[in-house]
T-cell receptor, first 113, second 114 residues
Framework: DTAVSQTPKYLVTQMGNDKSIKCEQN?????MYWYKQDSKKFLKIMFS???????INETVPNRFSPKSPDKAHLNLHINSLELGDSAVYFCASSPTGGGQPQHFGDGTRLSIL | DQQVKQNSPSLSVQEGRISILNCDYT??????FLWYKKYPAEGPTFLISISSIKDKNEDGRFTVFLNKSAKHLSLHIVPSQPGDSAVYFCAASRGSSNTGKLIFGQGTTLQVKP
């Protein structure tokens, strides 16, 4: 039974398009995250939601908009895709509180043509 | 400014021997440290963590050591097994911030040879 699931696993699209990535967790966690892993393999946090409330918003272009309809779901919508958006995007979840281990999905590989 | 660094991009060890992966950090406000393992095409999987009030935490074949004065931690795997071959990420957080924000190092690729 998958704990954190992301869809799609692969996303290939043209520059300028708008796309969404969905994430769902069945662990009962209150906090969910989006990370970006760039070509240099760095994992960097983008956003975090706690009980549907945005608590972390790193310096991310406003073309990226997270949406949390409920605490089990955190979706990522990206407008006007650019070449530099090509990366692997990971969703994660954890119980509330610092130092709690985060559980990651398997990632969505986004390729911009 | 890279606050968490893993200076060895790769490490190769023989099966049965010890693997030692290192991690350095610069922010003295970090008080939780975690290690993750990642296989290709999968997400990172939590391995082991340590709080800054401890200097050692052990879980089976995995032990993490923390040296706060040196701002250094290491992950020891004994004995190493071929299935341990993966990318290992060190991560740090400020527990007091309560946001759960993790700062990751760039990873070390471990290869365990049979």
């Amino acid at each position: 039974d998958t704990a954190v699931s992301q869809t799609p696993k692969y996303l290939v699209t043209q520059m300028g398009n708008d796309k969404s990535i969905k994430c769902e967790q069945n662990l009962g966690h209150d906090t969910m995250y989006w990370y970006k892993q760039d070509s240099k393999k760095f994992l960097k946090i983008m956003f975090s939601y706690n009980n549907k409330e945005l608590i972390i918003n790193e310096t991310v272009p406003n073309r990226f908009s997270p949406k949390s309809p409920d605490k089990a779901h955190l979706n990522l919508h990206i407008n006007s895709l650019e070449l530099g958006d090509s990366a692997v995007y990971f969703c994660a979840s954890s119980p509330t509180g610092g130092g709690q281990p985060q559980h990651f999905g398997d990632g969505t590989r986004l390729s911009i043509l | 400014d890279q606050q968490v660094k893993q200076n060895s991009p790769s490490l190769s060890v023989q099966e049965g021997r010890i693997s030692i992966l290192n991690c350095d950090y610069t922010n003295s406000m970090f008080d939780y440290f975690l290690w993750y393992k990642k296989y290709p095409a999968e997400g990172p999987t939590f391995l082991i963590s340590i709080s800054s009030i401890k200097d050692k935490n052990e879980d089976g074949r995995f032990t993490v050591f923390l040296n706060k004065s040196a701002k250094h931690l290491s992950l020891h795997i004994v004995p190493s097994q071929p299935g341990d071959s993966a990318v290992y990420f060190c991560a740090a957080s400020r527990g007091s911030s309560n946001t759960g924000k993790l700062i990751f190092g760039q990873g070390t690729t471990l290869q365990v040879k049979p």
